[in-house]
C-alpha cells in the first residue's frame, strides 16, 4: 500500500506471534476480515519456546485458578492439531509422549513430593516412582535419580512447525498481513473507542475491533488510554538445541523435567532428532542476550540429569522473553477501551494455552463476551477501576 493509504477491516490483530496467529486464524474461521500487524510474522517467544504441552507438570503452588485453563487448552491439541495441520497441509510436531519428572537428591526430591501432593490435591493423575523404575523408563538417566514422577498426560508440540502452520492456514483463510510496526492506536472523535491502528508505513488500518498480541510488547503500542492497564513485562529465558545423533535406541523417549539443586531443567526429545534443553528464567528486562553463563547452567544441570547429553552437538543457543503478569496469567478479551481486546502475558504457557486462547478471543469478537472458562483472565482486572466482566 503507498503512504496514507487506508485498509479496513473487522479485526485488526496487532502481533503475529503464535497467539496473534491462532486468534487471526480462528477469527477468519468465524467469517470475520482479519488483518495482522508484525513486521516479522511467525517470530516472538514461540521461536524459542521448547512446546512442553505440561499443564501437570508446570503447576505451582498459588496457580490452582490457571490449571483449569491449562487443562482445558491441553484436552483441546489432539483437534486442534488435526484441523490446523489439514488446513495448513503440514503438521505441527504434536507428541502424546508423556513426561518423567525426576530428582537427583534428597532436598529435590522433597520438592518433587511437595509437588506430586500439590497434583492429587488438584486430582490429577500423576504416578510417583522411585530411582529405578525412573532408569527403566529412560536408561539414559543419571544413576543417581533419586525417585519422580510420571505425567502421562503432559505432551509436546514443535513450536516453530506450529507458527509455520498457523501462518500458512491464516494465508489460505484470507487474513491480510501488513508487514510493518504499529505506530499507535487509533480512536473515535470523541476518544470513547478503539477504531484501528496507524503503521508505520503511513497505512490507516480501520478496524471494527483491535486485539493487542503483541507478547512482551503489548503495552508498547503508542495511543493506549491510562485506563487501560496492560501490565506486562518481558522475563528471559535462555535455550539449547542440541542433535542426537542416529542409534538402536532412542536417547530419551519423552520428556524428562528435573529439579536439579533447587533449579528447573527440562529435556524435549524431537522425532526429528533435535533435543531442545532449558530453560533459565531471569529477570533482566528487554536483554536478549545468550550468556556463557546462562549456557552453562543449562549443560551442567542437563549433565547431572542426562551424562550421555555432553555427547551429543550443539547446533543452536537462543534467548527469549516470556510476556509475564503479575499473577502469571493471560490477559484475555475486552478491555475498559470498547473496542480493544488483549490476547497476552500468557507467561510460560503460550504454545499450550493456544488453542483456547483462540477460540476464547473468536467467540468474544464475534459475540462480545468471553465465554465462561476465560472470565477468571478477563483484560481489566488490573485496570484502575476493576469491573466484573458481563454475565
Request: hydrophobic share 40%.
Amino acid at each position: 500500500m503507498t503512504s496514507c493509504e487506508v485498509a479496513v477491516c473487522d479485526v485488526a490483530v496487532v502481533g503475529g506471534g503464535v497467539i496473534g496467529l491462532v486468534t487471526a486464524w480462528r477469527a477468519a474461521r468465524r467469517g470475520l476480515r482479519v488483518a495482522v500487524v508484525d513486521p516479522r510474522p511467525g517470530g516472538g517467544a514461540a521461536r524459542v519456546a521448547a512446546g512442553m504441552l505440561a499443564a501437570v507438570t508446570e503447576l505451582h503452588h498459588g496457580e490452582e485458578a490457571l490449571l483449569d485453563l491449562n487443562l482445558a487448552s491441553a484436552a483441546r491439541y489432539p483437534d486442534f492439531a488435526a484441523e490446523l495441520a489439514e488446513a495448513a497441509g503440514a503438521g505441527i510436531g504434536y507428541r502424546a509422549c508423556g513426561t518423567l519428572a525426576v530428582a537427583l537428591d534428597a532436598d529435590d526430591r522433597a520438592l518433587l513430593r511437595d509437588l506430586h501432593q500439590l497434583q492429587r490435591r488438584c486430582g490429577l493423575d500423576t504416578q510417583w516412582l522411585t530411582g529405578r523404575e525412573c532408569r527403566k523408563l529412560e536408561p539414559m538417566l543419571a544413576p543417581g535419580i533419586r525417585g519422580g514422577l510420571r505425567v502421562d498426560g503432559d505432551h509436546q508440540t514443535d513450536p516453530r512447525l506450529l507458527t509455520a502452520a498457523l501462518l500458512t492456514a491464516c494465508e489460505r483463510a484470507g487474513v491480510v498481513f501488513h508487514r510493518c510496526e504499529a505506530r499507535e492506536l487509533t480512536l473515535s472523535a470523541t476518544g470513547e473507542r478503539a477504531t484501528g491502528v496507524t503503521l508505520d508505513d503511513g497505512t490507516a488500518l480501520a478496524a471494527g475491533q483491535t486485539v493487542l498480541a503483541g507478547g512482551s510488547r503489548s503495552a508498547d503500542l503508542a495511543g493506549l488510554p491510562p485506563e487501560v492497564a496492560v501490565p506486562v513485562r518481558p522475563v528471559k529465558g535462555q535455550i539449547l538445541r542440541l542433535r542426537v545423533l542416529p542409534g538402536p535406541t532412542p536417547f530419551l523417549s519423552r520428556t524428562v523435567r528435573a529439579v536439579v539443586r533447587g533449579g528447573h531443567v527440562y529435556l524435549v526429545p524431537r522425532l526429528s532428532g533435535e533435543l531442545v534443553v532449558g530453560a533459565t528464567s531471569e529477570e533482566r528486562g528487554w536483554d536478549t542476550t545468550v550468556t556463557a553463563g546462562g549456557v552453562y547452567e543449562l549443560l551442567r544441570d542437563a549433565h547431572e540429569l542426562v551424562p550421555g547429553i555432553t555427547e551429543l552437538p550443539l547446533v543452536e543457543t537462543r534467548a527469549g522473553l516470556r510476556p509475564t503478569t503479575p499473577d502469571n496469567a493471560p490477559l484475555l478479551g475486552p478491555t475498559e477501551l470498547p473496542g480493544l481486546h488483549l490476547a497476552t502475558g500468557h507467561h510460560r504457557n503460550g504454545v499450550l494455552l493456544a488453542p483456547i486462547t483462540g477460540e476464547a478471543l473468536a467467540e468474544c469478537l464475534v459475540s462480545g463476551e468471553l465465554p465462561d472458562y476465560a472470565r477468571p483472565f478477563h483484560a481489566r482486572r488490573f485496570s484502575r477501576a476493576v469491573r466484573e466482566v458481563p454475565a
